[in-house]
């Protein structure tokens, strides 16, 4: 293996068919460097097909589509699983499923203790002509949280039903870690990926099919974080006030002895910005509008890391992790030197499972332990069937991270807002169907610009989202400059409206580039190398045509394939015969065996091959005689078939041998 200049390593996942894959080592901030991500992703490919059977695939998609339904396990020997579930006392799931590690059964037996029952995961079903529960109701609208997407749904719309973690825990993703030059740019960068989450969770989107019933969502998020919600009936405000003490005296072990209002699981969306302000007045107020929703915290937790000299909002952001109680700890892993060790930091930092995660470095105990900096975790990713199209998301987050940086600009919007567009991103093709809401000026705006004037003026109040300059005349643009000028410039700066993917990705009007113009303009700036710019290139005009709509999702195209299937019986079921076709097709695709334009476009994926997962030796000699004779004679037959038997007189070989592909 010394060989090799690149690899990868393997991380045991919840699900026992599941594997977590990263590169052996990081890929450094050179700009060649964004070539490593698709051939390291395209290795991994390779080597987790190197080692199948002959009856296993691995299709990457984010949710196996009969998960929890009858006989959708089939073990090696070939015996029936028996319904034997211990640990989540699920009533479709076997434990069997759980990887044998035993922190991932934990995890299951203790998020249902804690929550005091089994977790209640409901997705709203998807309504076609046949459905038969649509036949038998009339379904109320989704009843909606104000701050999230839907976790309530009423008892006579139809859903989903699913009560265990394995549906959530069991599901795949994409997630890329950044590290930081320091701190403040590990959590700057956090707020803005925060920003960042819903948008790419609505581009990637993968999931339309829960435990074979089509969904009326095309994301996976809601699943997992209805999967490992432990909140008490108390803590999810279930319990009437008057039973509150009995509750308290009955949870004394718990944080918030299992009575403090909680309001999102522990598998959400962020509930603050972490960024500092520094006495920066203008940034403090704006930091007040920005966390408009309920962010629950752990006073003593607060107090202690404000004691130390921690800033109120990293202090803020740390007591908010310590409202969970640890889920999972080992009997070695009790009494620790907390100034050398941060296991029980990680222990609940790593069960805070958010859009965006934040990561302070590992203590150094000896000299020779690698250093590994301040890091930011982006989450929230779906993952797509080919490597290209993995790397070019991947892509795209890092050069957008680099643009935010390189040119100090600002993605903030409020959080009641992101979690508007959370609840958007899992609908129906939202990709092409809704707005999000998104900052208008990512730079402090030019108050001498008459087009940006009207667009502020147009638009009224900051938080109003229309936004029409359309018709106006030059007269008219610059009639507005007077008014702009004496416009209160925090207010304009901070402003937000409603976009469609299309104008975030690629500009709207005259006031917003759009965020690829801008990643384009950044590798121009840092004088990107050709062959580096063509191939991402390819990805960006790939992540362009999928917020345009010209390419599908791979939602959109999982439910085509379903709706479209001979088998299909427009009843929002999925049948095996229906599962089996498309995991067949997401294997194709992946490997480069079925071209699919909707996806890719005009891109080709070429043929993976498992022999390639370690190189090809170039061998020198032949071990032996008759290997020898055998090699020569099979190429004497290839040069014998590439040689015409006859030549016209007078024309040397080198004129009638004309080489075949192959």
């Known amino acids: ?144 949280e104000q701050h999230g997407f839907p976790r309530e749904i009423p008892d006579d719309r139809p859903y989903i039903d699913m009560d265990c973690m394995a549906f959530g825990m069991g599901m795949c993703c994409l997630q890329v870690t950044f590290q930081a030059r320091d701190v403040d740019e590990s959590r700057y960068m956090y707020d803005q990926l925060a920003v960042l989450a819903p948008i790419m969770l609505s581009l990637t989107a993968a999931t339309p099919i829960f435990k074979g019933r089509l969904a009326d969502i095309d994301a996976r998020w809601t699943v997992i974080s209805q999967s490992v919600d432990d909140r008490s009936d108390a803590e999810r405000g279930l319990v009437d006030d008057s039973e509150m003490r009995a509750v308290s005296d009955e949870s004394i072990d718990l944080t918030g002895r299992g009575v403090q209002r909680l309001h999102k699981s522990r598998y959400d969306s962020i509930s603050t910005y972490i960024y500092h302000c520094s006495g920066d007045k203008n940034c403090e107020r704006s930091f007040e509008m920005y966390n408009d929703i309920p962010c629950e915290i752990d006073e003593p937790t607060r107090q202690t890391l404000l004691d130390a000299g921690v800033d109120m909002n990293l202090a803020h952001h740390i007591a908010h992790l310590f409202v969970r109680d640890p889920l999972v700890i080992f009997e070695d892993g009790v009494e620790l030197d907390d100034s050398t060790h941060t296991d029980h930091f990680e222990n609940i930092q790593s069960t805070n499972w958010q859009t965006v995660r934040w990561k302070p470095p590992p203590p150094r105990v000896k000299p020779d332990d690698p250093h590994i900096g301040w890091r930011t975790e982006f989450r929230s990713m779906e993952l797509s069937l080919t490597d290209f199209e993995n790397a070019a998301f991947t892509v795209f987050v890092v050069l957008i991270t680099r643009v935010i940086l390189a040119f100090d600009l600002a993605l903030y919007i409020p959080l009641s807002k992101v979690d508007e567009n959370m609840r958007r991103a899992h609908m ?87 965020l690829l113009p801008l990643v384009y303009a950044y590798l121009d700036y840092v004088n990107c190398d050709q062959e580096t710019f063509v191939k991402v290139d390819q990805y960006l005009k790939f992540v362009s045509d999928r917020a345009t709509g010209r390419l599908m999702t791979t939602a959109s195209w999982i439910r085509k394939f379903v709706t479209e299937h001979p088998d299909y019986k427009h009843d929002s079921v999925v049948s095996s015969s229906i599962a089996y076709d498309l995991m067949i097709a997401c294997k194709e695709i992946g490997e480069g065996d079925r071209a699919c334009p909707e996806l890719l476009g005009s891109t080709t994926i070429s043929k993976v091959r498992p022999e390639d997962a370690y190189g090809q030796l170039l061998s020198g000699r032949t071990s032996s005689g008759e290997e020898r004779s055998a090699l020569l004679r099979h190429l004497i037959q290839r040069a014998k078939a590439r040689i015409p038997n006859q030549r016209v007189r007078g024309m040397s070989l080198s004129e009638s041998y004309k080489p075949q592909q192959s």
């Open 428 to 514: 129906i093709n939202s990709c092409n169907t809704q707005k999000f809401f998104f900052r208008r000026f990512v730079s402090p705006p030019d108050l001498n610009d008459p087009k940006v004037a009207a667009v502020y003026n147009t638009c009224g109040s900051m938080t109003d989202p229309s936004c029409a300059t359309a018709g106006l005349t030059e007269q008219d643009l610059t009639d507005h400059i007077s008014t702009f000028a004496n416009t209160n410039k925090w207010d304009a700066q901070n402003s937000f409206e409603e976009m469609s993917l299309d104008e975030i990705f690629n500009g709207k009007c005259c006031y917003f580039p759009g």
């Open 1 to 144: 293996m010394d060989h090799l200049t690149d690899g990868c390593t393997w991380h045991p996942e919840y699900g026992a068919w599941m594997v977590e894959s990263t590169p052996s080592r990081p890929y450094s901030n050179y700009v060649a460097e964004l070539l490593r991500v698709e051939r390291n992703m395209l290795l991994r490919r390779r080597r987790l097909l190197s080692v199948l059977k002959p009856n296993e695939i691995i299709p990457y998609v984010t949710a196996f589509p009969l998960m929890g339904t009858t006989d959708f396990i089939h073990v090696g020997s070939g015996e029936q699983v028996e319904l034997d579930a211990p640990h989540s006392r699920s009533d479709y799931v076997p434990d069997i499923v759980i990887n044998p590690h035993p922190r991932f059964a934990a995890l299951t037996n203790n998020i249902r203790s804690r929550r005091g029952s089994k977790v209640d995961i409901r997705v709203p079903l998807f309504k076609d002509v046949n459905t038969p529960e649509y036949a038998r109701s009339t379904p109320t609208s989704l009843d909606q």
